[in-house]
C-alpha cells in the first residue's frame, strides 16, 4: 500500500515557474513507477509526465515538453515535477500517481495503468 500526498501548488502569474511535490509513504515506495496527470475545470485528467522507479527513464507529454520536467529522489521517497513558463492554460488540478512494476526503466503514461493517486495540488496561473 502507497500512500500519495501533493504539494507546492499555488497561485502564479503567466511565466512563473513552481515545483510539484509528491511524497510517497510505505516501505518499497521507492519501487513504483510514478506519473503526474493535470485536470482542468470541466475536462478529462491528462498525463503529463512519468518516470520510472529507477529514475533512469522519464517522458513528458508532447504538450508540456520543454517546459515540464520530472525527477524522484528515491531516498526521500519523493517525486517531483518542475514546471516553468507557466500559461494560463495550466491551470488545473495536478495529480501524482504510483503503480507496481518490477523492470526498473519502465514508465507508464495511460492513467489506467496506475494504482495508487493522491489528491491533488491545484495550480492556477494568471494571466
Known amino acids: 500500500q502507497v500512500q500519495l500526498v501533493e504539494s507546492g501548488g499555488g497561485l502564479v502569474q503567466a511565466g512563473g515557474s513552481l515545483r510539484l511535490s509528491c511524497a510517497a509513504s510505505?516501505?518499497?515506495?521507492?519501487?513504483?513507477?510514478m506519473g503526474w496527470f493535470r485536470q482542468a475545470p470541466g475536462q478529462e485528467r491528462e498525463f503529463v509526465a512519468a518516470?520510472?522507479?529507477?529514475?533512469?527513464?522519464?517522458f513528458v507529454a508532447d504538450s508540456v515538453k520543454g517546459r515540464y520536467t520530472i525527477s524522484r529522489d528515491n531516498a526521500r521517497n519523493a517525486v517531483y515535477l518542475q514546471v516553468n513558463n507557466l500559461q494560463p492554460d495550466d491551470t488545473a488540478v495536478f495529480y501524482c500517481?504510483?503503480?507496481?512494476?518490477?523492470?526498473?526503466?519502465?514508465?507508464?503514461?495511460?492513467?489506467?495503468?496506475?494504482?495508487?493517486w493522491g489528491q491533488g495540488t491545484q495550480v492556477t496561473v494568471s494571466s
Open positions: 518516470i520510472s522507479w529507477s529514475g533512469g527513464s522519464t
Open positions: 510505505g516501505r518499497t515506495a521507492s519501487r513504483y513507477p
Open positions: 500517481a504510483a503503480t507496481l512494476g518490477l523492470r526498473r526503466n519502465v514508465y507508464y503514461t495511460e492513467h489506467t495503468d496506475y494504482v495508487y
